[in-house]
């Protein structure tokens, strides 16, 4: 099912040109998975797809899948671990996304694989989005997001 709240996508790390400098989660022009300074961009603005199916790592249904306003395709984790976009053509657990305490976003199909902004910080705009196995013990900010309604 579908739904029309737009929302941003706000990494729990800053950004490097202020304490204060909001991380959104973006998808640029090239498809490549990165934050952004600019929440207002339609690359940094997402809409949530509820699949009611049950996804390989998900204990129960209730996965989301996460489509760009901008270009209207899905986020996507490829075999190799690999983010990309891509259209919403046959939907299975690499498209899905399960949303954890506190903050993870995690992937249906491999549960250890959570959106991560890359590095340690300082984090400029364009800094890339990875999968990377989540550290429960760590108080790493990069591996946590908010949802923000519009």
């Known amino acids: 099912m579908l739904n029309p709240q737009i929302y941003r996508i706000t990494s729990l790390a800053k950004g490097e040109g202020a304490p204060s400098a909001n991380l959104y989660l973006n998808a640029d022009a090239n498809g490549n ?8 961009l339609a690359t940094s603005q997402w809409r949530l797809w509820y699949y009611p199916g049950q996804v390989t790592s998900a204990p129960m249904p209730g ?19 690999t983010l990309t976009m891509s259209e919403p053509v046959k939907i299975d657990d690499y498209h899905c996304w399960t949303i954890a305490d506190p903050g993870a976003i995690r992937s249906a ?17 364009g800094n890339p989005v990875i999968v990377y196995g989540w550290d429960a013990l760590s108080d790493n900010l990069n591996e946590r997001w908010n949802f923000q309604e519009m």
């Open 33 to 40: 998975l990165t934050v952004n300074y600019d929440g207002s």
């Open 63 to 81: 996965a989301v899948i996460l489509v760009n306003v901008a270009s209207g395709k899905i986020l996507t984790m490829n075999a190799d671990k």
């Open 109 to 125: 199909h491999d549960g250890s694989c959570n959106l991560n902004v890359s590095g340690s910080g300082p984090y400029d705009n």
